[in-house]
């Protein structure tokens, strides 16, 4: 039996179809408790994100908005805190009992993964974490917010409590209109890997945290 292009691209086409009705939506076990789980794709770029998630009307939503970092999340890279800050957002989330971690494909403050080892290098050899990426003629902080916005409005979060300590994230939802009732700070231990880190994030872009 001889099957002609078009007929592979009909079925392609059929296939396409069908999968695109499945809703991107599934249960997620962890360690830290049973949450759903929801894809997003970014209409600004080929970015996928995601949004993980506990519903409970009855709560207003405890929320982090949490940038991807290979390098602490997945590996536990003592140099940044973003593998505690992340662990601890999903245990008071299920503490809390209702909310979300919007999981934004924006590694290294948005300037991606290969640039931002380039801005270890440069860490390794005494620049702190905001002139590494001057000097790479990067921006501070690339991240902008409207898509978290968005993704927390499609699962009925229009307002929430923000677990957070950079003040940036809460005025940027509040622009995209999301009303945030309250900041929630996240309250990592520093250690000595990290210590010089959180010191630039607070003294020099304004986050509110005591080092």
Known sequence: MIITDYEKLSFMLSKKQETSIIQADAILPTKFGTFRIRAFHDHTGPEEH???????????????????C???????????????????????????????I?????????????????????????????????ELGLPADAR?????????????????????????????????????KSRVPIVIIPSEHNRSYLRTKATRMGHLLKV
């Not at 934004?104 to 590494?132: H, S």
């Open 50 to 68: 995601a949004l993980l998630y506990l519903e409970n009307p009855e709560i207003t939503p405890l929320v982090r908005v949490h940038s991807e």
């Open 70 to 100: 290979l390098t602490g999340d997945a590996f536990g890279s003592l140099r940044c805190d973003c593998g505690p800050q992340l662990e601890t957002s999903m245990k008071e989330i299920q503490e809390h009992g209702s909310g979300a």
């Open 102 to 134: 919007v999981y934004l494909k924006q590694e290294g403050r948005g300037i991606g993964l290969y640039a931002k080892m380039q801005a270890y290098a440069l860490q390794d050899k005494g620049y702190d974490t905001l002139d590494a990426n001057l």
């Open 144 to 180: 902008t917010y409207q898509i978290a916005a968005e993704m927390l409005k499609s699962i009925g979060y229009h307002e929430l409590y923000l677990l957070t300590n950079n003040p940036e994230k809460r005025l940027q939802l509040i622009e995209n209109g999301i009303e945030v």
